[in-house]
């Protein structure tokens, strides 16, 4: 199984701050790397999808990056709504696999 | 718009079976691969199994490979889950969720139903 690392697995920003947050596949994922952002007790949304295409009605502020192992997403000037959970998702192969999230929290 | 409705959840005592449905409506279902995924409290995301569009095709997680099955009725356009001997391991938040073609990532989310594993 192919296993999906974030980093951080914390982070504390303030509003405006550029962050960039990491996601790393324990062997070769192409592009099969997908965003999500998820608030308490909501539904994940994805951001996203194939590493750097934005999901429709997602705030260009958000961009992807990364192939083969090495992925990021970027928030270019956090805003207030940005702060959550972040999960990274990798598709290339069953079983898919889920990084464990990063926590973006207001400093 | 798409919609994606589960049911079914509840406390269930250790060793019992469940099943779980996601109705799907405001896109052609029969075309569409669809996933569960769940989310035990306060942890992260975990991806459960997956079914294509047909179902002639399914896949597990391993932690889960033997216990769960997953179908489908494209008729009735919902999509099932059953759950054998139940664990305490297994409480979680439920969600269905479609997959998109090509780069298969899961576009669209269910708002979840809760199962809880106690007796």
């Known amino acids: 199984d192919i296993q999906m690392t974030q980093s951080p697995s914390s982070l504390s920003a303030s509003v405006g701050d550029r962050v960039t947050l990491t996601c790393r596949a324990s062997?070769?994922?192409?592009?099969?790397l997908n965003w999500y952002q998820q608030k308490p007790g909501k539904t994940p949304k994805l951001l996203i999808y194939?590493?750097?295409s934005l999901q429709s009605g997602v705030p260009s502020r958000f961009s992807g990056g990364g192939s083969g192992t090495d992925f990021t997403l970027t928030i270019s000037s956090l805003q207030p709504d940005d702060f959550a959970t972040y999960f990274c998702?990798?598709?290339?192969?069953?079983?898919?696999?889920f990084g464990q999230g990063t926590k973006l929290e207001i400093k | 718009q798409v919609q994606l409705v589960e049911s079914g959840g509840g406390v269930v005592q250790p060793g019992r079976s469940l099943t779980l449905s996601c109705a799907a409506s405001?896109?052609?279902?029969?075309?569409?691969?669809i996933h569960w995924v769940r989310q035990a409290p306060g942890k992260g995301l975990e991806w459960v199994a997956v079914?294509?569009?047909?179902?002639?095709?399914?896949y597990y997680a391993d932690s889960v490979k033997g216990r769960f099955t997953i179908s489908r009725d494209n008729s009735k356009n919902t999509l099932y889950l059953q759950i054998h001997r139940l664990r305490p391991e297994d409480t979680a938040v439920y969600y269905c969720?479609?997959?998109?073609?090509?780069?298969?990532?899961?576009?669209?989310w269910g708002q979840g139903t809760l199962v809880t594993v106690s007796s």
């Open positions: 969720a479609r997959g998109q073609a090509g780069y298969e990532y899961l576009d669209y």
């Open positions: 405001g896109f052609t279902f029969s075309t569409y691969d």
């Open positions: 079914i294509s569009y047909e179902g002639s095709q399914k």
């Open positions: 062997q070769s994922i192409t592009t099969y």
């Open positions: 194939a590493a750097s």
């Open positions: 998702l990798q598709s290339y192969s069953y079983p898919y696999t």
